[in-house]
């Protein structure tokens, strides 16, 4: 197992060991199209050191040293130098480049920055949303990767790199507990959330994944991620770059991109992938793409930021004869908080163990909400971390009551330990909605339909979908019954931010469920939700039109769905089967 370089105590220190122990091993490898002709971009350790060491010299001359860069970029190698230089330089601001114009205009003046890296016109929409924020906030800098757009102008950012010396930094980089990068979580609030990161942080969140999954310089993992997020920078890049492993990056788009997809096999043949990365979302994608390459460099799969389907685990090990292994990351424990480890029997379904330098607890909650002992095996509580990997906290102090108390972090999520101490999600006792490893907030959908003056009350929570992970459903309840629908719908998408958080479907009640307090009961709505979509979709998938399900929220998988059916085909049985294990919940079936 590679043994983790602890005396690092920055991210420029470890890039630094890398590049000294390594040199001309590959650090990265970036395919535009997947082909099996396309001549790969390689970035050697000696490459990214010296693309880092530009790119934080660049920083700090435009803005001295401790400057905010944010950035709204693709994945690209350029992205790797500016988001490791801006962490040497000062800290960086990474961001959905699908944000509206106005959260990434609240996100970078809440942050500080006084840089913002763009692209320009390959993505003419990101490129016309970052001149109106630099045209809004005064004297921020704007720099540009690659051609630049119409309309404005910026700093050539490959230009400028090119004028920096590459051996060395002018200025002495921080380290240990100062801050090297704020990311944002979710994109949907209107109230900016952004979770402060260390160097040490960081670090201890990628030495663990590195121990925890093995990694060794002889890796080579898909990184289908956005650099944006904590899976894509720290899961799946910095914790490789600290063993001295190679990651391809997959185009500027990830699994988002159908090329990526269709050709994952080839891509695992031609650069010996061991370590086949992916949320489930995209893992079950892959998946379902005829295998025409040779899988012999498999290791293992890795997968997380959303709960697995037990079917996608079990489809894994089918088509490449590897296990699949699930990790833990959240933005407010650096990036890695658990993992399923390498080298012991994989467990579908658990996130393993915490990782080095850190403990997990769960913790019993209590009458009035707050945390209480320790929960026995097998008994669901909230999932409650503590170590050198959690966070010192959000950007705006005042969000961190409830969340940062007893020099830990209250999650939210509600877990279980099984009796070998490993650790299963079995819920959230939050309200975030989860689409495909993208937070939603439920309350930007909400006041959408609550400002249109038909609508008495609105809940919005999450359905549950084979590919999606779940998707957003809206339940409300009507001041005009004779309201149209399709016309509610479209003022609503005029008044949500980004497209992912458009309800899939709009339920009316007469009432919504309540707690003794008035709030809508969500719990109720999310199992109500869950049987909408299951029962007519299993009575047609099964020609049984006196099938019945019920769900209640909770359990082992945070919900639990019930199947009553008479008289099932053993064939019957087995369509039944294969569609429900394609969802994260658990279900049972009577006859």
């Given at each position: ?8 105590t ?13 040199p ?10 997947g ?19 530009q790119?934080?010299n ?6 001295g ?28 601001v ?30 003419p ?7 109106a ?5 005064e ?5 540009c ?14 230009q ?13 980089p921080a ?13 949907t ?31 080579c ?6 650099l944006?997020?904590v899976g ?5 890049s910095?914790a ?7 990651v391809?990056?997959l185009?500027?788009l ?15 043949e031609?650069?010996?992938?061991s ?16 295998v ?10 890795l997968?997380?930021?959303a ?91 005042s ?15 509600l ?48 359905q ?9 459903v809206?339940f ?6 004779h ?40 719990p ?9 979509l ?11 039109d ?27 049985h ?13 279900w049972?079936?009577?006859?």
């Amino acid at each position: 197992m590679a043994t983790p370089p602890n005396f690092a105590t920055s991210i420029y220190a470890a890039l630094q060991h890398s590049a000294a122990t390594k040199p001309q091993r590959t650090a990265l490898t970036y395919l535009q199209t997947g082909d099996a002709d396309e001549q790969a971009r390689c970035i050697s350790y000696t490459d990214l050191l010296a693309g880092v060491t530009q790119a934080a010299n660049l920083f700090a001359q435009l803005g001295g040293v401790g400057v905010g860069v944010a950035y709204l970029l693709p994945s690209l190698v350029e992205t790797h130098f500016v988001l490791w230089g801006a962490e040497t330089s000062g800290y960086a601001v990474p961001l959905n480049p699908f944000l509206t114009t106005e959260q990434i205009e609240e996100l970078v003046r809440a942050s500080g920055a006084k840089i913002l890296v763009t692209v320009g016109a390959a993505a003419p929409e990101v490129w016309h949303k970052s001149l109106a924020v630099q045209q809004r906030i005064e004297g921020l800098q704007l720099v540009c990767v690659g051609p630049q757009g119409p309309s404005g102008a910026a700093i050539d950012f490959v230009q400028a790199l090119a004028e920096q010396p590459a051996d060395a930094l002018h200025f002495t980089p921080a380290q240990g507990e100062q801050i090297c990068a704020y990311f944002h979580t979710g994109g949907t609030t209107g109230v900016p959330k952004l979770v402060g990161h260390s160097h040490r942080n960081q670090l201890t969140a990628a030495r663990g994944a590195m121990h925890m999954l093995a990694i060794s310089e002889d890796d080579c993992v898909t990184n289908g991620m956005p650099l944006f997020h904590v899976g894509g920078s720290i899961a799946t890049s910095l914790a490789f770059f600290l063993a001295g492993a190679n990651v391809v990056m997959l185009s500027g788009l990830g699994f988002r991109n159908p090329a990526m997809v269709r050709n994952i096999w080839r891509i695992v043949e031609r650069y010996q992938v061991s370590v086949l990365g992916a949320v489930p979302t995209a893992m079950a994608s892959l998946l379902a793409t005829p295998v025409d390459g040779d899988l012999s460099s498999l290791r293992y799969g890795l997968t997380g930021a959303a709960l697995c389907p037990a079917n996608v685990s079990r489809r894994f090990t089918e088509v490449t004869g590897k296990a699949l292994h699930e990790l833990l990351g959240m933005t407010e424990t650096g990036g890695v908080t658990a993992a399923d480890p390498v080298g012991g029997q994989a467990t579908p379904g658990s996130v393993g163990y915490a990782i080095p330098e850190s403990q997990i607890r769960v913790r019993r909650r209590l009458a009035d909400g707050s945390l209480g002992d320790d929960c026995a095996a097998g008994e669901i509580g909230v999932l409650f971390v503590q170590g050198h990997n959690v966070s010192p906290g959000y950007l705006d102090a005042s969000q961190n009551a409830g969340v940062f108390q007893e020099h830990g972090l209250n999650t939210g999520d509600l877990a279980y330990l099984d009796s070998a101490g490993k650790l299963f999600i079995a819920g959230r006792s939050k309200d975030l909605i989860i689409r495909s490893a993208h937070n939603i907030d439920p309350l930007m959908i909400e006041a959408a339909f609550t400002n249109h003056p038909s609508v008495a009350a609105a809940a919005a929570v999450g359905q549950p979908d084979r590919y999606a992970g779940e998707l957003p459903v809206v339940f409300i309840v009507l001041n005009d019954p004779h309201t149209d629908l399709d016309a509610l719908q479209a003022h609503a998408q005029a008044h949500i931010a980004e497209r992912p958080a458009w309800p899939k479907s709009i339920h009316v009640l007469d009432a919504l469920p309540v707690t003794a307090v008035g709030k809508p009961f969500k719990p109720a709505l999310r199992a109500e939700a869950a049987v909408r979509l299951l029962e007519p979709m299993l009575r047609n998938l099964l020609e049984d039109d006196t099938l019945t399900v019920t769900a209640s929220e909770g359990g082992k998988r945070g919900l639990d769905v019930h199947v009553r059916a008479n008289g099932l085909s053993p064939a019957q049985h087995t369509k039944l089967r294969e569609e429900l294990d394609g969802y994260a919940f658990a279900w049972t079936l009577s006859h």
